[in-house]
């Protein structure tokens, strides 16, 4: 019998590490052909937009699509191989802890071995899960933020040095939060750059994951053209709605031929990097395929221990 798992169980059922290792099995699965994308679709709906993406793991037997713009929430609806429909579940927390794990494989396949000092554009709470998954996959032993509200920044590093158990610092300015640094997240909703690529020190590798939609840009075409290996969780997806890319793109400044997929890398079928000085850039948009390995996860774990209400089908 199907479930429904709310926000608090899903939260609940859901961590960090976890959710790092079944994203990373998740692009492996991509690169061997036994998982399939099909990129976000927003569709028109009384002056908003409806939202749709969906995701197929052959191999775990899973398939699931998530929807969301209508109302507050987001639905995920998980399928399984020879049993059908068997959760539905809100993805709020859902969609904050795999965007966040998504960087953070990244980070673990495209830094430096010996990055450890992180820089921070955003103090909402998809830059919170940012943080933790790069503390996950690196030692970070300096870690500073900047957004644009000096009270919400203060804050923010506050709330993120309890929860790291470390000093994390609020940067004054955009220039000190990219200086030293040699790991970059950018989770803003911008849509003007707020990195400036003059300022990107050699060897840094960048997490942009904020700009998911064409009229949004985080990153500046400098900084995007001296990224020496750009890589993006989905390509087609990219070119329909990564504002960072498809600005330089549409100018003749970058070839889409040069994007990678990340799945490859993760799969060790090519180097996520190529010298300790180049700097590396992953282009986050956020595909169906990390909600469907998180929600497989998720819903796997409640079956274990009897969480979840029983849905009438």
């Known amino acids: 019998m199907a479930i429904f798992l709310d926000e608090a169980q899903v939260a609940e059922l859901l961590d960090m590490p976890s959710c790092l290792r079944v994203v990373e099995e998740a692009f492996c699965e991509k690169a061997e052909g036994e998982a399939s994308n099909l990129p976000r679709r927003r569709l028109p709906f009384q002056g908003r937009r409806f939202m749709i993406m969906t995701s197929a793991m052959s191999r775990k037997g899973y398939a699931g699509y998530k929807a969301y713009g209508v109302g507050r929430g987001q639905d995920m609806v998980l399928y399984k191989a020879g049993e059908g429909l068997v959760a539905i579940l809100r993805s709020r927390r859902l969609g904050q802890v795999r965007t966040g794990a998504a960087s953070g494989v990244a980070t673990r396949f495209m830094a430096r071995k010996d990055a450890s000092r992180l820089g921070c554009f955003g103090t909402g709470h998809q830059a919170e899960t940012q943080i933790l998954a790069i503390a996950q996959v690196r030692k970070l032993e300096s870690i500073v933020v900047y957004g644009r509200d000096p009270q919400r920044r203060k804050a923010f590093a506050e709330k993120m040095s309890g929860l790291l158990s470390q000093d994390v610092r ?132 409640a079956r274990e221990r009897g969480i979840g209400a029983a849905l009438p089908f």
């Not at 700009?211 to 390509?235: C, F, K, S, W």
């Not at 600005?247 to 799969?267: F, N, T």
């Open 170 to 301: 609020p940067a004054d300015s955009p220039a000190e939060a990219v200086k030293g640094r040699d790991i970059l997240v950018t989770m803003t909703n911008a849509s003007q750059p707020v990195l400036d690529g003059k300022l990107i020190e050699p060897g840094t590798h960048i997490n942009a994951a904020g700009a998911n939609t064409l009229v949004n840009r985080e990153l500046d075409e400098i900084a995007v053209t001296r990224a020496g290996l750009i890589a993006t969780d989905d390509i087609e997806g990219a070119k329909i709605e990564c504002g960072d890319l498809a600005w330089p793109a549409e100018r003749g400044l970058l070839a889409w031929e040069k994007v990678y997929d990340l799945a490859p890398i993760v799969a060790g079928l090519m180097p996520g990097r190529r010298s300790g000085e180049e700097i590396t850039l992953f282009e986050s948009q956020g595909i169906a395929l990390e909600d469907v390995a998180a929600s497989a996860l998720i819903y796997e774990r």
